[in-house]
């Protein structure tokens, strides 16, 4: 455009001759003014007028191309060499080990059956849930048997508190005073009193050992096992 206006501009303003009235006349002016037009010559257009293709529709590698002519679909997507599905194991009842030659199944110790042991739950009484005991525990109540400090207490000791109404017993090197919760034990007294004046870490480990003992009977310790005083 630049360019024109500057052509434009250049050009000698010259008077040209009147046309005749007479239309028939061959006779043309002369001395008109001359104009040229010069092209742009911008290298952003011309890659421009080079991208004036219209696109392939479909794309060449597009899945509607593909579709349309199955031939060209490279051989590495054929049936004949994709992965086989895999098998479907056969139904295994229960209790049975699973065959080794499959990694999908469940480990064998998941597919035994659980052993059949007796509850050794008991009726407990009204008003000796384990709710009730945590009530009893921040109530304030004497539940150390008197203890006013905490003791080193020997074995020897420990075995003198066996009795219904005055029962300790030891769990992980801690002395408890065993006999308020003897209603609440949820296996029942008989139970309790199997390690009542002794060490009852391990009967306690194998019976139900995920319970916090320690938080349990904070209230009801009375002191801490330790050896007997050598002579």
């Known amino acids: 455009m630049a ?13 040209a001759t009147p046309v005749p009235e007479d239309p028939d006349s061959p006779t043309t002016p002369t001395n008109a003014p001359s104009f040229s037009l010069t092209e742009p ?23 509607q191309r593909i579709a349309s002519n199955p031939s060209s679909v490279s051989s590495m997507l054929t049936t004949s060499s994709l992965m086989p599905p895999p098998a479907i194991p056969p139904p ?73 109404d005055d029962a300790w017993s030891a769990f992980n090197g801690k002395v408890y005073n065993i006999t308020p919760y003897l209603p ?6 008989r139970e309790l009193m199997r390690v009542a004046g002794r060490d009852g870490t391990s009967l306690f480990a194998r019976t139900h050992g995920w319970v916090n003992v320690d938080f349990m009977m904070d209230a009801c310790l009375v002191g801490f096992l330790v050896p007997e005083p050598s002579s």
Do not use: C, Q
Request: glycine share 6%.
């Open 41 to 63: 010559n911008d290298g952003d257009n011309a890659s421009e007028e080079d991208n004036d293709e219209v696109p392939a529709f479909p794309a060449v590698n597009s899945a």
């Open 92 to 164: 295994r009842r229960p209790g049975a080990p699973a065959p080794s030659s499959s990694s999908l199944m469940l480990p064998p110790s998941t597919t035994k059956a659980p052993p059949s042991a007796k509850s050794r739950k008991v009726a407990l009484a009204p008003g000796h849930s384990p709710l009730d005991w945590a009530a009893l525990k921040t109530s304030g109540a004497d539940l150390r048997g008197g203890a006013s400090t905490l003791a080193r207490i020997t074995p020897s000791v420990l075995k003198t508190h066996n009795k219904r």
């Open 3 to 15: 360019s024109y206006l500057r052509s434009w501009l250049a050009a000698p303003l010259t008077t």
């Open 184 to 189: 609440f034990h949820p296996g029942g007294e």
